[in-house]
């Protein structure tokens, strides 16, 4: 059974830093693009970042770009998400997200299988 389960949320201060990481279980997920979303009470699950299975190419939405950082360790079967100045607007509950093998995803939740459980980061201001 393929698992992804989120680690490293919590609360931090406007302008600090947090890591997540995203653990793969159940199979190898190196030739998966990898994403991860977030989500608040009452809103769409929206997309965050993603990263290739084929070249590790990283494509990020507007309002996180120049902040965050995709990176992923196959080895680990592990996927990152590193947040830098962090803004109270990224308080959510963050989901790691696995796409088809082999596959091309883009941003839509439709395009990935796999889900973990999430992780609540939380920015106070």
């Known amino acids: 059974q393929a698992q992804l389960v989120e680690s490293g949320g919590g609360l931090v201060q406007a302008g600090g830093s947090l890591r997540l990481a995203c653990a793969a279980s159940g199979r190898t997920f190196s030739n998966s693009a990898m994403g991860w979303f977030r989500q608040t009470p009452g809103k769409e699950r929206q997309f965050v970042a993603r990263i290739s299975w084929r070249d590790g190419y990283t494509y990020y939405a507007d309002s996180v770009k120049g902040r965050f950082t995709i990176s992923r360790d196959n080895a680990k079967n592990t996927v990152y998400l590193q947040m830098n100045s962090l803004k109270p607007d990224d308080t959510a509950v963050y989901y790691c997200?696995?796409?088809?093998?082999?596959?091309?995803?883009?941003?839509?939740?439709?395009?990935?299988?796999?889900w973990g459980q999430g992780t609540q980061v939380t920015v106070s201001s």
């Open positions: 997200a696995a796409g088809p093998f082999r596959a091309a995803v883009g941003t839509s939740r439709s395009d990935y299988l796999y």
